[in-house]
């Protein structure tokens, strides 16, 4: 049986894996894509959330970015960082919104669990100011 | 008269391939590519050999991986699934030894996605806090919690509950308490261990033990209970597929078990693709047919 034949789809498969789990432990990458089996071990990307806040304006409630509204390139995006929770993402995303001289801040945010308490928080993951 | 002859078990392996390739195609490729895709895919188990053509799953593996490649970010897990044993059945190239080479490329993928899902809930510090919050808000076990009156209020209550705290703005520190019986955490964290006990089992199983009873009782069950809990439906015949593949190595009846799972999940399936954003859905929304949810 040619070793080609026996474990190269193995092989492959652990090594798709494997770069996936370094994407989750050091980019942001969610734990359910890009082939690493992950999913059920955490929230699904989709719950993930992208707030824009004018940090000259603090009293100013901040706007939710979203998949479907806006811009197609600012859609694409905001998909990709609910996917990928990094501030390299984030200054993509940046870069497609609207020009503004004053200073603005981009967040994202995963909703948490405790079972104990039962009681339902979100985190700030990542944020980037621009 | 004429008799109906049972397919061979490879033949029979192939063809549920080929059906879950076809909608796989379909779901990850925008219209009108999905379907020209899925169309040679659903011919082939008809013609004389082509299905155990290793060029024609080179083909279809070369396809499953445009999107791989394109969109890594949005693709589900079962398109890489689909794609390895794809190349699998092309390496098993058309001679004598085909189908333990399928059978052993199948168990190992099969091994290999559950140690991964074991490996993955391990190392997620937020695993058993989602697994509480699926059981609290009805994502899964509702047809086990959702039984009684007042369980099934809690759940819709504690859906909305969730939806309307995580539409709100986000601060630091705020809390949304939901409606949890006391020793929930217990529960919650029982269930957790307990998809990991059976996810590793089945992975050593498949490793050690492919071809006993035991082994296809428990996936069995698990992909049983896995449709009674989660719409999954395409990721679940995927995993049945490779359920049969794994089965059809050596003359048994446990192959029948996964065709039956398999004859409920691809047209439920299909009728999910019909409705949500697929090629399937967007040719039949152009024609008419069906309106997309």
Request: charged share 15%; aromatic share 8%; net charge positive.
């Amino acid at each position: 049986m040619p070793v080609a034949q026996r474990w190269l789809v193995p092989l492959l498969l652990v090594a798709v894996a494997s770069v996936q789990l370094a994407r989750v432990s050091f980019g942001g990458q969610s734990r359910w894509r890009g082939g690493g089996f992950g999913m059920y071990s955490e929230f699904h990307p989709s719950k993930n959330q992208i707030w824009l806040r004018a940090l000259a304006r603090p009293d100013a409630p901040p706007g939710r970015l979203s998949e479907t509204e806006g811009p197609p390139a600012t859609r694409r995006a905001v998909a990709r960082c609910l996917r990928l929770r990094s501030p390299a993402c984030l200054g993509e995303l940046a870069a497609t919104l609207p020009r503004d001289p004053a200073p603005r801040r981009l967040e994202i945010w995963q909703p948490l669990f405790d079972p104990r308490a039962g009681t339902l928080s979100r985190r700030r993951v990542t944020a980037l100011d621009f | 008269m004429m008799r109906w002859t049972a397919p061979t078990p490879h033949r029979l392996a192939a063809t549920a391939a080929l059906l879950v390739q076809a909608l796989i195609f379909v779901e990850n490729f925008p219209f009108p590519w999905g379907l020209l895709l899925a169309a040679p895919a659903l011919v082939l188990p008809w013609t004389a050999s082509a299905w155990q053509a290793p060029i024609a799953w080179g083909l279809l593996a070369l396809a499953d991986v445009v999107p791989l490649l394109t969109r890594p970010l949005f693709v589900p897990n079962h398109l890489f699934l689909m794609t390895y044993v794809a190349l699998a059945l092309c390496l098993a190239g058309a001679g004598e030894g085909r189908g333990r080479l399928i059978a052993a490329n199948a168990r190992w993928i099969l091994a290999g996605v559950m140690a991964l899902a074991v490996l993955q809930k391990l190392l997620s510090v937020d695993y058993s806090g989602f697994v509480g919050f699926m059981i609290a808000t009805g994502g899964f076990a509702e047809p086990v919690l959702g039984r009684g009156a007042a369980a099934a209020g809690a759940l819709t209550d504690n859906a909305a509950l969730a939806a309307h705290f995580l539409a709100s703005v986000p601060v630091d520190g705020a809390t949304q308490a939901l409606r949890v019986p006391a020793g929930f955490a217990a529960y919650a964290r029982g269930a957790a261990v307990g998809i990991i006990v059976v996810e590793g089992a089945l992975a050593a199983l498949a490793i050690f033990r492919p071809d006993r009873a035991l082994f296809h009782i428990v996936y069995g069950g698990f992909l049983i209970v896995l449709g009674l809990v989660r719409s999954e439906l395409l990721f679940l015949s995927a995993l049945a597929m490779l359920g049969l593949l794994i089965a059809c190595a050596r003359p048994s009846r446990w192959r029948w078990l996964y065709v039956v799972i398999l004859l409920v999940a691809l047209p439920a399936a299909a009728a999910r693709l019909a409705r949500s954003p697929s090629s399937l859905s967007d040719a039949l929304d152009r024609a008419g047919l069906v309106q997309k949810s």
